[in-house]
């Protein structure tokens, strides 16, 4: 009897049941290996390494050379990954964290220099300052839905502010995890900055441990179970949290336009991102014509059959999958698009019309290429909507009138907010990214980053030879030096000079 054509070989089940045990055994050791790496850091931490600038900066830089003289493999493994086209992995990947960490090595030794504050006459002969110094060793953990950037982007300011890392990209991405595993021992200091990887029961146990500041990118059940385990420990945390972003289409724009920036943000790594528009508050009098907008641009974007085209990707796994084409065939009505491969884990660029607000896509992050267009009425319309749910990360909007982009930013609160395009803010090193409220808490990029990663310590170095006025604090307390010292504060309103009696 012939086997069955889907029977493995022995050779590959063998390779397969060896695979199996080594990621038990694996899973097992994890949390005596964070353990050990995490003592390894401490000791790394104490030696003061990192507190040199000259350290610093040698290890941004070779992280800039690993991504150069190994992008054709970071391509490869984002293939794998998601089927990432090699424009967008250079562009929204590559090139992000080498700016990043161009921009960190070009301002370091200004961020590391002390901020000296204004004296007054009183602390004319002191000095005082902030300083910044690394709050110790750090924990990132990192989504899988931009592998490289999510993970290397925070990466970039936690050295710069002289950190010990453990980094812990998404199993998700597994191709990639294995590869940043590989590559950044090469690159970067061994006993300071660590790569490990697992699945979520790693993560928790891995939370268990005690670190100085944990980062996460991700989803808002994992980021309300990382801030959980660090409440435990006094442990302060950075989430920037994924959700539904919404994007209001006024009747006063330019529709093609908004069309090809909506259409590119939207599809974009087949729609798997935290920060591209997750919905549309279209107003009724231009909707048609978006509509008409959107098709044109996915046919210039990925021809006919998108399923052929190579600048479009795949989602990651078929749980992705199932859950996108669930939420598709309960929401609305498909206008473009709706084609899928189940074995391809492929759903064709779709955008939805006749969407109501209690549609599971109105309900739901989606993360994948479909885009729900409810109908408003209004500016005023989609702003009462927004408000009335969570806080999101991103909020776009799409108008010529100034004075409805001004209305949609003072009247709504978002992580961010952009005007006529999306994603950009996102991208930029000068201005900070993150969250508010349910999306998140705390920012990077630039020399946000660098904020996040460090302590400001507030120093005053104290002249001891002037006694002549400090005195007045000192016991015996007497209504005599009260009135003086009041007096000197009511001075201290009029004018700067006498900011500080004690």
């Known amino acids: ?22 990621t038990e055994q694996s899973s097992k050791l994890s949390l005596s290996v964070c353990t050990e790496l995490l003592r390894k850091s401490r000791e790394a931490l104490a030696s003061g390494r990192t507190l040199q600038e000259e350290f610093r900066l040698s290890q941004l830089e070779a992280l800039m050379r690993m991504l150069v003289e190994n992008e054709d493999e970071f391509v490869d493994v984002l293939h794998k990954d998601l089927h990432k086209p090699r424009f967008e992995t250079v562009l929204s990947e590559l090139i992000l964290v080498k700016n990043e960490a161009l921009f960190a090595v070009n301002n370091l030794k200004k961020w590391m220099n002390p901020e000296y504050v204004a004296r007054s006459l009183v602390t004319s002969l002191d000095e005082c300052f902030v300083v910044s110094e690394p709050l110790g060793v750090v924990l990132i953990i990192g989504s899988w839905s931009s592998p490289v950037q999510l993970n290397l982007v925070p990466l970039v300011g936690a050295v710069a502010a002289g950190n010990c890392v453990i980094l812990k990209p998404s199993e998700i991405s597994s191709h990639t995890t294995e590869l940043l595993q590989r590559l950044i021992p090469s690159y970067l200091d061994t006993e300071c900055y660590h790569v490990i990887s697992g699945g979520p029961s ?22 309300q179970q990382v801030m959980q385990a660090a409440a435990r420990s006094l442990t302060p945390v950075t989430l920037v949290l994924g959700g539904k972003n919404p994007c209001y289409v006024d009747r006063e724009c330019d529709v093609g336009i908004a069309a090809q920036r909506i259409a590119w943000a939207r599809f974009h790594n087949a729609g798997q991102s935290d920060v591209a528009p997750d919905f549309v508050l279209c107003h ?37 999958f199932t859950h996108v084409r669930d939420l598709l ?45 409810m109908t408003v009425y209004s500016a005023d319309e989609a702003i009462n909507y927004i ?92 209504d005599r030096s009260l009135s003086l010292m009041m007096w000197a504060s009511s001075l201290s309103r009029r004018s700067q000079a006498w900011c500080q009696i004690l």
């Open 1 to 22: 009897m012939l086997p069955s054509p889907h029977s493995p070989s022995p050779a590959r089940w063998f390779r397969t049941l060896r695979r199996t045990k080594s």
């Open 202 to 223: 790693d993560l928790t146990d891995l939370l268990e441990l005690k670190f100085d500041h944990i980062f996460y990118t991700g989803s808002r059940a994992t980021g």
């Open 284 to 320: 009724a009098d231009v909707q048609a014509r978006l509509i008409l907008a959107l098709r044109s641009c996915l046919l210039q974007f990925y021809g006919p059959e998108p399923r052929h085209s190579a600048s479009f990707g795949r989602l990651v796994n078929a749980e992705l």
């Open 329 to 373: 065939l309960a929401s609305g009505k498909v206008a473009v698009g709706g084609e899928m491969d189940e074995a391809e884990k492929y759903i064709a660029p779709t955008v939805l019309t006749d969407v109501l607000e209690s549609d599971p896509a109105m309900q739901q992050e989606i993360r994948g290429p479909v885009l729900p267009i």
């Open 387 to 478: 408000r009335r749910k969570e806080k999101p990360l991103c909020l776009y909007v799409f108008s010529s009138d100034r004075k409805v982009i001004s209305n949609m930013m003072t009247c709504t609160s978002s992580g961010s907010f952009c005007a006529n395009d999306s994603v950009l803010q996102s991208m930029m090193v000068v201005l900070p990214f993150g969250g508010v409220g349910a999306s998140g808490m705390g920012s990077y990029h630039g020399r946000c980053s660098f904020n996040t990663f460090s302590h400001r310590k507030s120093c005053v170095l104290r002249n001891t030879r002037v006694e002549c006025v400090t005195y007045l604090r000192y016991p015996p307390y007497e």
